[in-house]
């Protein structure tokens, strides 16, 4: 495939709330997010490298929405996010903005994985 072909790929309307906080991964209509689980694994590594003091109750909820990505390769989509906040327990009457809020943070250390084909094909040919 051409890097031309491959830029079509790319979506064209991506919703803002989406946009603001994962613009590469929005752009890929291929993008996935996944993870891997345990709790204690999950309070050292967060812990060495994003806040040694983290409350318990924090790494809990945040452990939560971890096991809840981690369950199946995800779409990258508005609608999916929807669906996994119901699905976390913690997480069913906060705001969407401070859920993504939550998935960025995660993504940010390196505990939640982002694969966007279209993006590294795009890039391999640049």
Not at 18 to 28: E, G, K, Q, S
Not at 72 to 79: E, G, I
Not at 90 to 118: C, H, Q, R, W
């Amino acid at each position: 495939m051409t890097r031309n072909e491959l830029i079509k790929m790319l979506r064209k309307d991506v919703p803002p709330i989406l946009m603001t906080r994962f613009a590469p991964m929005c752009l890929d209509p291929r993008a996935t997010v996944s993870a891997v689980h345990d709790f204690d694994s999950f309070q050292i590594f967060w812990r060495s490298v994003r806040n040694p003091s983290a409350r318990r109750d924090r790494m809990k909820k945040l452990f939560d929405l971890y096991l809840a990505v981690s369950k199946t390769h995800s779409a990258f989509s508005l609608d999916q996010f929807r669906y996994l906040k119901t699905t976390v327990p913690g997480y069913e009457k906060v705001s969407m903005s401070l859920f993504l809020d939550d998935i960025a943070e995660l993504i940010s250390v390196g505990v939640l994985i982002v694969n966007t084909p279209t993006i590294d094909a795009i890039e391999r040919l640049s």
